[in-house]
Nanobody, 124 residues
Framework: QEQLVESGGGLVQVGGSLRLSCAAS??????MGWFRQAPGKEREFVAL????????YYADSVKGRFTISRDSARNTVYLDMNSMKPEDTGVYYC???????????????????WGQGTQVTVPS
């Protein structure tokens, strides 16, 4: 049974840092990424490790502050978040995909599998 399990969420102060992890089991994904969803808002793309880490992509809102990395041996993807802001608050979801094309990486329905989500809160 394939599964994506996130960990590392929590409460962090403005300007602080946090690391999220997502471990995949039961299936290997060529591309793994992160989305987030704030209350009352749609799920939005955050970052992607494309095709086993050959390239990375970021939302403009996190570029320069967040870094996605991948440990293929552990089938795990990480999201290092720095200089955090209140607008980073939300539930962060890990996603895996084997059929992604570049034009669709920001679309949630392009991904094959999702984690259960982990809450990140940055109080203002």
């Amino acid at each position: 049974q394939e599964q994506l399990v996130e960990s590392g969420g929590g409460l962090v102060q403005v300007g602080g840092s946090l690391r999220l992890s997502c471990a995949a089991s039961g299936r290997t994904f060529s591309s793994m990424g992160w989305f987030r969803q704030a209350p009352g808002k749609e799920r939005e793309f955050v970052a992607l490790s494309w095709r086993r880490g050959s390239n990375t992509y970021y939302a403009d809102s996190v570029k320069g502050r967040f870094t996605i990395s991948r440990d293929s041996a552990r089938n795990t993807v990480y999201l290092d978040m720095n200089s955090m802001k209140p607008e980073d608050t939300g539930v962060y979801y890990c996603a895996g995909g084997n059929r992604l094309i570049l034009s669709t990486i920001r679309q949630p329905n392009a991904y094959d599998s999702w984690g259960q989500g982990t809450q990140v809160t940055v109080p203002s």
